[in-house]
């Protein structure tokens, strides 16, 4: 059974920094993309960022494009969402979320293109 393990979240304040990781469990970690998505209060959740199987192609929303990075480490199971130059607008539920396919970067922009989600961590970004 695939599991997917989010750190915990947190308080920062605007213009900060924050860094959330997932570690996977239950299947060959490198083999398949991995995505983060949020959903802030009120609003439907949302793509954030992907990443395919081997790290070598990343895709990120316009809205934290040149703030976040998304990156992984096959080794530890684990993907990375560094967060820089926080907004009140980026306070939100986050997910991660693996891929559906092995080796495949299809649909990794909405959230039929993943199967298994982590539990979500918030982060609350105050002006």
């Known amino acids: 059974q695939v599991q997917l393990v989010e750190s915990a979240g947190g308080l920062v304040q605007a213009g900060g920094s924050l860094r959330l990781s997932c570690a996977a469990s239950?299947?060959?970690?490198?083999?398949?993309?991995m995505g983060w998505f949020r959903r802030a209060p009120g609003k439907e959740r949302e793509f954030v960022a992907s990443?395919?199987?081997?790290?070598?192609?990343?895709v990120y929303a316009d809205s934290v494009k040149g703030r976040f990075t998304i990156s992984r480490d096959n080794a530890k199971n684990t993907v990375y969402l560094q967060m820089n130059t926080l907004k009140p607008e980026d306070t939100a539920v986050y997910y991660c979320?693996?891929?559906?396919?092995?080796?495949?970067?299809?649909?990794?922009?909405?959230?039929?293109?993943?199967?298994?989600w982590g539990q979500g961590t918030q982060v609350t970004v105050s002006s």
């Open positions: 979320a693996s891929g559906a396919h092995r080796h495949s970067d299809y649909g990794l922009g909405s959230s039929n293109g993943y199967d298994y």
């Open positions: 239950g299947r060959t970690f490198s083999s398949y993309a």
């Open positions: 990443i395919n199987w081997t790290g070598g192609k990343t």
